[in-house]
């Protein structure tokens, strides 16, 4: 008998099955720890390096400056920049980035 491996692939997946209790809300998924959390969750690489993002209506992935600074301090070799150094290259991202209410972000398709 085969039993189908849930998909994985998207934010949504993770966060849908956690709270369907069909996986726990922290765990490993390959080389990565993540944790779900309200609407989103935090992924973490063995190097340290964390993403955290939230999941919209959409099942779109969405961030905000803040878990972009996060991102940014995360790895060893971290990067520190401040607020206006963040506005000024998510603006420069604009056709890359979609603003899908004030502040918050996802990847444009």
Do not use: K
Not at 42 to 51: A, I, K, L, M, P
Not at 86 to 101: C, F, H, I, T
């Amino acid at each position: 008998m085969r039993v189908a491996i849930p998909s994985l692939e998207r934010l949504v997946d993770v966060v849908g099955l956690a709270r369907l209790r069909r996986i726990s809300r922290s765990g490993h998924i390959g080389s990565y720890f993540y944790m779900v959390h309200g609407a989103g969750c935090r992924f973490v690489s063995d190097n340290g390096t964390e993403v955290d993002v939230d999941s919209a209506a959409d099942g779109s992935e969405v961030f905000d400056l803040w878990r972009l600074r996060g991102y940014g301090l995360s790895p060893p070799e971290h990067l520190d920049v401040t607020e206006q150094e963040m506005r000024s290259a998510v603006q420069s991202l604009q056709p890359l980035l979609n603003e899908v209410r004030p502040e918050w972000f996802s990847v444009a398709n």
